[in-house]
């Protein structure tokens, strides 16, 4: 509400200090021969992708559930059965995850397809995320632990990085910061936060909870995984009247360009602009 208000008012003040500096051009200008300026300048609207933001959130849900299961609760669910070690190995894993693994990945991210890549390691954590849970969970230990880790934080890094290399340059300007901080806030919230409770849940409530945990994890990321193929095959400028409307995705796949240039869930016709 608050950033609503404020960018009304940022945009009527905008707009009022244009009318007056073009209204002082009309008169000066009138007789020295200058043609007087009859455009209307004013700030630019908020713009929100209601169905962008929509996809981004599901972008988000994988690699949250992800962080917070692999770093946050499980090594302090290790430590009941394997002792005071295992909070050690996840403060190793998050060292390695933070300070090593998304350097990597974002070097490599500025190099490389950011949709392609994204697809890959949330599909490929999302078939691995059931078995290596299972494995895990059927003999914990630290070297179990650490396998899983080696296996699956690579594609994780790759899962971060490419989420801000998709997502920044796909909202219009005018309205970036507000719908990645709802996708991000919200994706993060509803499985991040919510994932140690689950996880919990399901261990101690059922026999063989881990393998629900494990298909709760796969359905998380192939939910990730179908939201960034929905951006990749939703133009970036999909709106009917819009710039550049034909896209490249319509040379490639033409079927699916008109089913989503012709769908209801497209939002209202706007202008976009690059930043």
């Known amino acids: 509400v608050i950033t609503f208000i404020t960018h ?5 003040e905008y707009t009022e200090s244009h009318r007056s500096g073009e209204t002082d051009r009309q008169t000066n200008g009138v007789g020295r021969g200058h043609a007087p300026l009859n455009r209307e ?9 209601l169905c962008g933001i929509f996809l981004a959130i599901g972008i988000y849900v994988g690699g949250a559930l992800m962080f917070y299961l692999n770093m946050v609760w499980l090594p302090v ?4 059965t394997n002792g005071a070690a295992a909070g050690l190995a996840g403060t190793i894993a998050v060292s390695v995850f933070a300070l090593g693994l998304i ?7 500025d190099k490389v397809d950011p949709y392609v890549i994204g ?3 949330r599909g490929v954590n999302a078939i ?11 003999s914990p230990s630290i070297i179990r632990y650490a396998v899983v880790m080696t296996v699956m ?3 994780l890094a790759f899962d971060f990085v490419s989420t801000t290399k998709i997502l920044v340059p796909y909202f219009p300007a005018e309205g970036r910061y507000i719908s990645m901080a709802i996708a991000n806030n919200a994706g993060v919230g509803l499985t991040g936060g919510t994932a140690p409770m689950i996880a919990q849940y399901l261990i101690m409530s059922f026999d063989h909870g881990y393998v629900l945990l494990g298909c709760y994890v796969s359905a998380a990321l192939f939910t990730a995984t179908l939201s960034v193929i929905s951006l990749w095959c939703r133009p970036r400028c999909y ?3 819009g710039p550049n409307f034909v896209s490249s995705i319509e040379e490639v796949t033409p079927k699916i360009a008109s089913f989503i240039s012709n769908s209801k869930l497209s939002s209202p016709a706007v202008t976009i602009r690059e930043a």
Not at 8 to 12: F, H, L, R, T
Not at 103 to 109: E, L, N, R, S
Not at 128 to 138: D, E, G, K
């Open 8 to 12: 009304k008012d940022v945009s009527d």
């Open 41 to 49: 300048q004013s700030a630019p609207s908020l713009k929100l992708d």
């Open 77 to 80: 669910f290790l430590q009941t």
């Open 103 to 109: 350097p990597i990945a974002g070097y490599i991210i």
């Open 119 to 121: 697809m890959v390691a």
């Open 128 to 138: 691995l995320a059931a078995p290596l849970c299972l494995w895990l969970f059927s």
């Open 153 to 155: 934080l690579p594609f």
């Open 239 to 241: 709106f009917k009247g």
